[in-house]
């Protein structure tokens, strides 16, 4: 799998766009970008994920660059409850367990 | 969406015991279960994987012999820790996949602190 890199600390204000970004220069075309995120000490939760096209939910934007190689996760209007580290992870869809990185940890300031 | 379940949440015990961790899907059938291991300020490594009803994989440096799992039905893995001495002090964190479809297939749990004394 891809390997990914993360800022690793970034902070944000309540209700502003939280924009936290990804590279990941060496994903191959049949790798996915998933992003979790993990409050402390909880268990990690899933986001989103995608392949080549921009990815809406209702937690959260992806947009992936043209050439893959880099992405940005979009949390709208951020919460405090958004604290947490945000894992970006590049997989070959479905088989593969997930492998952690460092991850970025987002502090949502009041 | 799908749950995860670990019991206990976290336990206290004394070095030279053992330390057993249930993970169990609530409302799917899990074909395979992930077990990780989270230290303060470090992110999840992973440790094993175990398909129901085979044996576990190890990862590269984890002791089988010292942390058991089994996975013997499609709701329920358990991780042993035997012999647990205070290094063995983290996070222990279960995910469970349900086979092949969606993009959800992987879930995690709550995690498990273990403290031992």
């Known amino acids: 799998d891809a390997k990914t890199t993360q800022p690793p600390s970034m902070d944000c204000a309540e209700g502003r766009a939280a924009n936290l970004p990804c590279n990941h220069s060496?994903?191959?075309?049949?790798?996915?970008v998933y992003w979790y995120r993990q409050i402390h000490s909880q268990g990690p939760q899933y986001i989103i994920h995608g392949l080549k096209n921009n990815e809406t939910n209702e937690m959260a934007s992806l947009i992936i660059t043209e050439d893959r190689k880099s992405s940005t996760l979009i949390l709208p209007h951020a919460t405090l409850r958004d604290t947490a580290v945000y894992y970006c992870?590049?997989?070959?869809?479905?088989?593969?367990?997930?492998?952690f990185g460092s991850g970025t940890q987002l502090t949502v300031l009041p | 969406g799908a749950v995860v379940s670990q019991h206990p949440s976290w336990v206290i015990c004394k070095s030279g015991t053992s330390v057993k961790i249930e993970c169990r899907s609530l409302d799917f059938q899990a074909t395979t279960m992930f077990w990780y291991r989270q230290f303060p300020k470090q992110s999840l490594m992973l440790m094993a994987t175990s398909n129901e009803g085979s044996k576990a994989t190890y990862e590269q440096g984890v002791e089988k012999d010292k942390f058991l799992i089994n996975h013997a039905s499609l709701t329920l893995s358990t991780l042993t820790v035997t012999s647990a001495h205070p290094e063995d002090s983290s996070f222990y964190i279960c995910?469970?996949?349900?086979?092949?479809?969606?993009?959800?297939?992987?879930?995690f749990g709550p995690g498990t602190r273990l403290t031992v004394t």
């Open positions: 992870i590049v997989r070959v869809e479905p088989a593969r367990q997930l492998t």
């Open positions: 060496t994903i191959s075309g049949n790798e996915y």
């Open positions: 995910s469970a996949r349900a086979g092949l479809a969606g993009p959800y297939e992987q879930y």
